[in-house]
């Protein structure tokens, strides 16, 4: 081997090791339970849920439903299948109600789903909406303000609304996901009915209601229509079953709620990262906030012991080249 040839590879490795190290480094900061997949990604996935002050809900929650209402639908639509403003008889305001299409797969073959969001709840109106008593009454508006819940029905061909077995629309709660949405534009600040300031620790803010009802069969509905019914309820006040009060507050007649995914044109839909962040730009946020400078150390700690071994043997190699120049002189 040629001393040029030998100089060049090992300053190749001079060069090689610390770039092994910095990958090295980075890869290790990103696979760690510890960091990269523990308190840096738990940092990355509070940010994510951190909106700026001009956020409007509606904005809040497009970015929930891109993280994922639930684990299961890989693609949405962004614009909602359906979107109303519910009033009462009195046309009054009572929430914002928005429908999304999604897709999610179910043994190896796509499913339509479909997302349910409430907004701008009032929940004093919907206090006004149970028909009792004044005694019962008295009992909804000292209790927690109503909570909402959903049911879906199919319609067939004749117009008849099949409702056995009913299906309800699962919603999320504090146990499902993290990425939960306070209602900042509802009539009250809390659950318990009032705004302001809190008045107890245990005082916990209205969310707006997050729902979704999957479809696993494409014949779910013949003629691609359902029947969609809000109720609203107070856990505190019991009926004559004994159960948690409710009554009905509308219910609507939807067109187009397809069940097979082939009537839908969904291949430009959203992706969603179904509650997973590692699909997002997770990555990019992870290097520029940690990889970067910890493998740049790397590259540096180790880029000074290479380097420095190779000046020490650029040294020795010319040191020993002027010796052996030395003696041969001396030898003529």
């Not at 519910?86 to 999604?102: D, H, M, S």
């Not at 505190?236 to 397809?258: A, M, S, W």
């Amino acid at each position: 081997m040629s001393k040029a040839l030998k100089k060049y590879l090992i300053l190749f490795f001079v060069i090689l090791l610390p770039l092994a190290a910095a990958f090295f480094v980075g890869n290790y900061g990103y696979k760690s339970e510890k960091f990269g997949q523990g308190k840096w990604y738990d940092k990355y996935r509070q940010n994510f849920f951190v909106f700026e002050e001009d956020f409007t809900t509606r904005e809040k929650i497009h970015r929930v439903l891109r993280y994922g209402l639930n684990s299961h639908y890989k693609l949405y639509e962004e614009e909602p299948f359906f979107s109303q403003t519910i009033e009462n008889e009195q046309g009054e305001k009572l929430f914002v109600l928005e429908i999304y299409r999604a897709i999610y797969e179910a043994q190896g073959e796509d499913r339509v789903e479909y997302l349910f969001t409430f907004y701008d709840v009032q929940y004093l109106r919907l206090r006004e909406a149970f028909d009792v008593d004044s005694l019962v009454k008295q009992k909804i508006e000292d209790s927690n303000v109503p909570e909402i819940s959903a049911k879906i029905f199919r319609i067939a061909e004749d117009g008849t609304v099949i409702r056995s077995p009913d299906r309800e629309v699962g919603f999320m709660t504090l146990s499902d996901m993290m990425s939960v949405i306070p209602d900042y534009d509802a009539d009250v600040d809390f659950k318990q009915g009032y705004s302001g300031n809190k008045k107890k620790e245990t005082d916990e803010l209205v969310l707006c209601p997050l729902g979704f009802h999957r479809i696993t069969d494409i014949d779910w509905s013949e003629n691609d229509k359902a029947l969609f019914e809000v109720y609203a309820s107070v856990e505190e006040v019991l009926d004559e079953n004994q159960l948690p009060l409710q009554t009905k507050v509308i219910e609507l007649e939807l067109d187009g709620y397809y069940s097979d995914p082939e009537k839908l044109d969904y291949q430009d839909w959203t992706p969603s990262y179904m509650q997973n962040l590692r699909n997002s730009d997770y990555l990019k946020w992870l290097f520029k906030h940690y990889l970067w400078w910890i493998s740049l150390i790397a590259f540096i700690i180790v880029g000074v012991i290479t380097f420095s071994f190779y000046i020490a043997w650029l040294a020795e190699t010319a040191y020993a080249e002027k010796t052996a120049g030395k003696a041969k002189k001396s030898r003529k």
